[in-house]
């Protein structure tokens, strides 16, 4: 397998579970902006959509989204305990990740895109507050270790790789000592120190 990625970009969560699972696997680095990757490759045809992540799966099946792609590493050694197999449990790591895709990932998103006024910043930091303060008073009235069961998974390491992005636009995080907890919970593990250090987020 191989994940296209771009370091701290949301790939960083499939990159976090290819480490999980102990794959061999290749990394292949797209600059955004030109959209070429690290090999000169074109990465438009690759991934026409023109983002990470992509999972080269097999040479010419790639797999896109992270709401696919995760669970998809995931299930891969079911002996891992990443995601349950069936049932109401693997439902709610989807409904996990389709949040975290749809609304917070977004959320995030619009620094990340044409400058914004002072009006605007004010709006956007608004709509991160309301989604975290969602997603930590779920976690205070959690009896879970995590936020589907007591096993590390997907959606753990996908709000790990996007409440990152605060420390980018400025954004404070301290209000939300349980998604802090989760945060540094996650961030010990060795998956997580690995694959910050391979991206170069981290010495």
């Known amino acids: 397998?191989?994940?296209?990625?771009?370091?701290?970009?949301?790939?960083?969560?499939a990159h976090i579970i290819l480490n999980e699972i102990n794959v061999d696997f290749d990394l292949e680095r797209v600059n955004l902006k030109t959209h070429k990757t690290e090999k000169g490759a074109d990465y438009y045809e690759i991934n026409p959509k023109g983002y990470v992540p992509a999972l080269e799966i097999n040479p010419g099946l790639i797999l896109?989204?992270?709401?696919a792609i995760l669970p998809f590493l995931a299930q891969h050694d079911p002996k891992q305990d990443l995601i349950p197999p069936s049932g109401l449990g693997r439902a709610k790591v989807l409904e996990w990740l389709g949040y975290l895709n749809s609304e917070l990932h977004d959320a995030y998103?619009?620094?990340?895109?044409?400058p914004l006024t002072s009006e605007e910043k004010t709006k956007a930091y608004a709509e991160i507050d309301r989604l975290l303060k969602y997603i930590d008073n779920y976690l205070a009235e959690s009896d879970y270790d995590y936020l589907v069961n007591?096993?590390?998974?997907?959606?753990?390491?996908?709000?790990?790789?996007?409440?990152?992005?605060?420390?980018?636009?400025?954004?404070?995080?301290?209000?939300?000592?349980?998604?802090?907890?989760?945060?540094?919970?996650?961030?010990?593990?060795?998956?997580?120190?690995?694959?910050?250090?391979?991206?170069?987020?981290?010495?």
């Open 109 to 114: 998103a619009v620094f990340f895109g044409a």
């Open 1 to 13: 397998m191989k994940l296209y990625y771009s370091p701290g970009a949301c790939s960083l969560a």
């Open 64 to 67: 896109t989204e992270n709401v």
């Open 150 to 203: 007591d096993n590390f998974g997907p959606a753990d390491a996908y709000l790990f790789v996007l409440t990152n992005w605060s420390n980018s636009i400025e954004h404070d995080l301290t209000p939300y000592k349980n998604i802090i907890a989760l945060r540094n919970k996650v961030a010990e593990r060795q998956s997580v120190q690995i694959a910050m250090r391979d991206e170069g987020l981290i010495s």
